[in-house]
């Protein structure tokens, strides 16, 4: 029932910045995890941050430790994904998935709902 979609994607240089949103729809979203997934040409699906709901907790991938921040507007019921110090190897199409549990924050296969991405592209 729950639909999400990002937004906020784009092209940049490296050291630039970007904020991706992640607006939740046909649910009321109070409870559960929240996360951003990325996948890079001719590589998996990874974890780059989460959050927890409830408690706020967040997670983030060592890779981005430091440059990337995971916030969400409650009021609002959106998702965001702060990205500072861009590097090219930050360049993937960036997911937004939300589990009604409490999964493994990073882990990929216990993410219910997903939207269809929004493409970051890090020139050198």
């Known amino acids: 029932q729950v639909q999400l979609v990002e937004s906020g994607g784009g092209s940049v240089q490296a050291g630039g910045s970007l904020r991706l949103s992640c607006a939740a729809y046909g649910f009321p979203i109070t409870y559960g995890s929240m996360a951003w997934f990325r996948q890079a040409p001719g590589k998996e699906r990874e974890g780059v941050a989460a959050i927890y709901i409830g408690g706020g907790s967040t997670y983030i991938a060592d890779s981005v430790k430091g440059r990337f921040t995971i916030s969400r507007d409650n009021t609002q019921n959106t998702l965001y994904l702060q990205m500072n110090s861009l590097k090219p190897e930050d360049t993937a199409m960036y997911y937004c998935?939300?589990?009604?549990?409490?999964?493994?924050?990073?882990?990929?296969?216990?993410?219910?709902?997903w939207g269809q991405g929004t493409q970051v592209t890090v020139s050198s």
């Open positions: 998935a939300y589990s009604f549990g409490s999964p493994a924050p990073l882990s990929r296969d216990e993410y219910t709902y």
